[in-house]
């Protein structure tokens, strides 16, 4: 056993050392950046951002409604004078552009944006920084190579006079993903000026500048003395930016002026017993002590932060897409720049962890407020310091060399498996709690297999007679992601019945026999191919699977679970968007259409094996399945394309949908209450308002029996809405039970012959 010890410690110290040295070359630090973060940002998911932190989002949708061209320097600037004037009249506490104002405009304009920038007092304008390449020279005027310099390009010096500040936001155009930004950047002047994000929370953090300056009194008493004790004084003598640099200086020459600053913080509640106060000046210090790269710490996809469309910010208080009012801007920090939903539109996006499978990237306003924020909740992303992380490699290299050794390879493969997700688990939470960033590339995907290899080798030529069992092992569990799957999955191989609560939704398309018929059988696959992308997105996107397709059928479920226990709003929007998406599909296929019925019920759901001998599929069944099925049929006999039970509909609110009768459906014993869904109530038409509420009026009458006034509202119904098939179907109904009655009793039910 020592023996096999140390030959596990020597193998683990060795793969430790090879580790951490790879991890500090630039591929090494290129591929945690990139893949380490990637996976990081995965597990962790998205998280909520302060709430203090606001963008405005110039994009095509307000372009439209403004009636204006569909590019930002094309927005007349009395516009954003207006912009100005209603978020500081709201209370704005810093107002941030990430646009470029180098070149003027028409005067009037100009004067008004100026005026509006000097009456809130705290705009901070973005400026251009332009690479200029110089060419160097010898003495005696040979060439000795090139250096870039970087200038500054600020706003029109009316612009510039007229904001609090005026400053560089720079980030990388270029197919690498964005992980960082700068808080000062280097440029041609002596001292690089503070980025725009500092400069914003600099703006922000104002009113904690007295205590900030008690600080410093107490720990750098002669550098305090130097510094005006008001900020009101400081803007009036230096500026905002002119503050940053003088107390940047301070940190530059002081190394642990952070940590001293901290500390005094720390001991000294009577600076201000205010825990949010205390927040911002333990974010200042951060933010001054720490390096000029931070590392952005994201949280989310496009439109996470809360944006409201540019045309919204303008009205009074109108709601916008991050939930936030366009009058909820009161003490928060508002980006004002380029914002698109949608990749075709995008004129400002960066690749990042969070580039969507659509090619929406994080516009550069986003990433703004983005770092904006890191500095007000102390948050970016922070590496481990270097002793930390050469230590932490080698003694992981050490753990996993040990074990590997000590163990059988039936042991020690799993072993090493579940201990790397525990680091992984580890790593992910303190990414998700304090911003640590632990690297997880070349501890688990380089080392763990690695050493686990080095091990097979070494004992595949001490006992031969193991070889093919090593050869299995490796075969089994390499590489890395192929042993992770086994380890998380191995029990999931066999599955168990399950009751579950859920929505069903059946789909079948119309005229699939007809066209099958008239098209070459490959054809025919291209093109239903192309039916179910539409027909599946819409599921997908809306938090449902597709559990089996037969034909040209479809059936897809949502199940209830803790993060989503009521999943029947999410199910009724894929039923609406599927029947659009169809509409899109005749257009973009010469008019070839596949006209889809839609029926979804609610309840509990058998999900089980079904099958025998060599063949098992895990699908839903039981009396839910059937009956969504069966009311996806009745669309044929009411000309309906979705139609859903009171089960789904109770629940699923926000919608538009009309009462279309209980019906005993062909094979059941029980009636089912079917209603139409028409549309989401914010998008239905008055129109559809009207037909839905007459044709209701006609289902009371009709189940009171008052045939001959039921006829007269289901005709009114048709005046409205020509060719309703629902209102066509109880015409019927009414002239037949006017011969011949339902008799009494009749509580309404209809009884369906055919399916």
């Known amino acids: 056993m020592l023996s096999r010890i140390v030959k596990g410690a020597v193998l683990g110290v060795g793969a430790g050392i090879v580790g951490s040295i790879a991890s500090l070359t630039p591929f090494g630090l290129n591929l945690e950046e990139n893949l380490g973060l990637e996976i990081l940002f995965s597990l962790r998911g998205q998280r909520t951002p302060p709430p203090e932190v606001v963008v405005i989002g110039i994009d095509k949708e307000s372009s439209d409604r403004l009636d204006l061209p569909n590019a930002e320097k094309k927005l007349p600037r009395s516009l954003h004078a207006d912009l100005t004037e209603k978020l500081s009249r709201r209370g704005a506490a810093v107002i941030a552009f990430d646009l470029f104002f180098e070149d003027s405009g028409e005067h009037d304009q100009d004067l008004a944006f100026a005026a509006a920038m000097r009456n809130a007092g705290n705009v901070v304008l973005c400026e251009r920084l332009q690479c200029e390449r110089i060419s160097l020279t010898d003495r005696s005027g040979a060439s000795g190579g090139e250096i870039e310099i970087l200038r500054r390009i600020p706003p029109i010096s009316l612009f510039e006079g007229a904001a609090a500040a005026s400053t560089p936001y720079p980030l990388p155009k270029v197919l690498a993903k964005v992980v960082s930004d700068w808080t000062f950047r280097a440029t041609a002047e002596n001292f690089p000026p503070p980025t725009l994000p500092v400069v914003a929370f600099q703006m922000y953090a104002l009113p904690a500048y007295a205590d900030f300056h008690l600080l410093l009194e107490e720990v750098f008493p002669a550098d305090a003395n130097r510094l005006p004790r008001s900020a009101e004084e400081f ?129 550069g306003v986003e990433i703004e407020a983005t770092s904006f924020a890191n500095l007000l909740e102390d948050m970016p992303l922070r590496p481990l310091p270097l002793g930390v992380h050469v230590s932490g ?165 949502w199940l209830s679970t803790r ?90 609110g926000t919608f538009l949908a009309r009462d279309v009768g209980r019906y005993l459906l062909v094979g059941k014993s029980r009636p089912v209450h079917v209603f139409e869904l028409v549309n989401p109530l914010v998008e239905a038409t008055p129109r559809e308002k009207e037909y839905c509420a007459s044709f209701t009026e006609g289902m009371e009458l009709f189940r009171r029996q008052a045939w001959e006034k039921a006829t007269e509202k289901f005709e009114e119904t048709l005046g409205i809405r020509e060719g309703d098939g629902p209102s066509l179907f109880y015409l019927r109904l009414c002239a037949r039970y006017a011969q011949v009655p339902p008799g009494e009793g009749w509580d309404g039910v209809v009884q369906m012959e055919k399916k």
Not at 322 to 348: P, W
Not at 597 to 607: C, K, N, Y
Request: net charge positive; charged share 20%; glycine share 8%.
């Open 563 to 652: 993060e989503n226990p009521a999943p029947l709003r999410d199910a009724c929007w894929a039923a609406i968007e599927i029947s659009n998406a169809m509409r899109e599909f005749r257009g973009a296929h010469d008019g070839i259409a596949l006209p889809t019925r839609i029926g979804l019920h609610a309840g509990e759901i058998l999900l089980g094996n079904i099958g025998a001998a060599q063949h098992f599929e895990y699908r839903p069944v039981g009396d839910i399945v059937n009956t969504a099925t069966r009311i996806e049929g009745l669309n044929k006999h009411l000309r309906t394309r979705i139609l859903v039970s009171r089960e789904v509909i109770s629940m699923a």
């Open 235 to 363: 803007l009036r003598s230096r500026g905002i930016k002119g503050m940053i640099l003088e107390v940047r200086e301070i940190f530059e020459k002081d190394p642990s002026a952070e940590k001293r600053l901290l500390a005094a913080l720390d001991g000294s509640p009577s600076i201000t017993a205010d825990p949010e106060r205390r927040r911002i000046l333990r974010s200042l210090i951060r933010m001054y002590g720490g390096g000029i790269r931070k590392f952005l710490n994201f949280y989310g996809p496009p439109r996470t932060i809360p944006t409201i469309p540019y045309y919204l910010a303008l009205q009074p208080a109108e709601r916008g897409e991050g939930t936030v009012s366009a009058a909820d801007v009161a003490g928060k920090a508002v980006f004002v720049g380029s914002s698109e939903s949608r990749q075709l539109a995008q004129k400002d996006g960066f690749h990042t962890v969070y580039t969507q499978e659509n090619g929406v990237d994080l516009s």
């Open 393 to 557: 490699i080698l003694l992981w290299g050490l753990a996993v060399g040990v074990l590997s050794f000590v163990f059988r390879p039936a042991v020690s493969f799993p072993a090493v498996a579940a201990l790397s997700a525990l680091y992984l688990g580890a790593a992910v939470h303190r990414f998700t709690v304090a911003a640590a960033w632990y690297p997880v590339v070349f501890p688990l995907l380089f080392q763990g297999p690695l050493v686990l290899l080095g091990s097979v080798a070494w004992n595949y030529v001490e006992l031969n007679r193991e070889r093919r069992n090593f050869r299995r092992a490796l075969a089994d569990y390499l590489p890395a992601g192929v042993v992770d799957d086994l380890a998380q999955n191995i029990e999931g191989l066999k599955v168990r019945d399950q009751m579950v609560n859920g929505i069903c939704l059946a789909t079948d398309a119309e005229r699939y026999t007809a066209l099958a018929e008239s098209m070459e059988p490959k054809d025919l696959v291209k093109l239903m191919n192309r039916y179910y992308e539409a027909v599946f997105d819409p599921v997908r996107r809306h938090g449902g699977m597709v559990s089996n397709v037969v034909g040209d059928s479809m059936l897809a479920l």
